[in-house]
């Protein structure tokens, strides 16, 4: 049985940190393969075109702690996708 105070990471997100210093959550997943995968065609859907200009950073997080009582670390920094990679594709 896992315990209550595990410490393993037990999700993965991608944040858009904006030129403003807000931020906005892009994608949520289990492995940190599952968010790269996923966190370009996010960054198209999630954000609309002025929103897309104004992001400064795509940080990597993993949860560290209990599911009721931990943080969000920073892991890495991700690529901004260009906007040439997601348009027109549909």
């Known amino acids: 049985m896992p315990s209550v105070n595990d410490s393993s990471p037990q999700s993965w997100r991608a944040v858009a940190i904006f030129d403003d210093r ?3 959550l892009l994608y949520l997943g289990r492995s940190v393969a599952q968010v790269r995968a996923g966190v ?5 859907e ?3 075109e ?3 200009d104004h992001v ?3 940080v990597l997080q993993r949860w560290q702690g209990a ?5 969000w670390l920073h892991h890495a920094l991700l690529e901004v996708p260009i906007a040439a ?4 594709g549909s």
């Not at 370009?40 to 198209?44: K, R």
């Not at 990679?85 to 027109?88: E, I, V």
């Open 50 to 52: 002025e929103e897309r």
């Open 46 to 48: 999630v954000l609309d």
């Open 40 to 44: 370009a065609a996010a960054f198209a």
């Open 67 to 71: 599911a009721d009582a931990g943080s």
């Open 56 to 58: 400064r950073s795509l």
């Open 22 to 24: 807000s931020d906005r």
């Open 85 to 88: 990679n997601f348009q027109g």
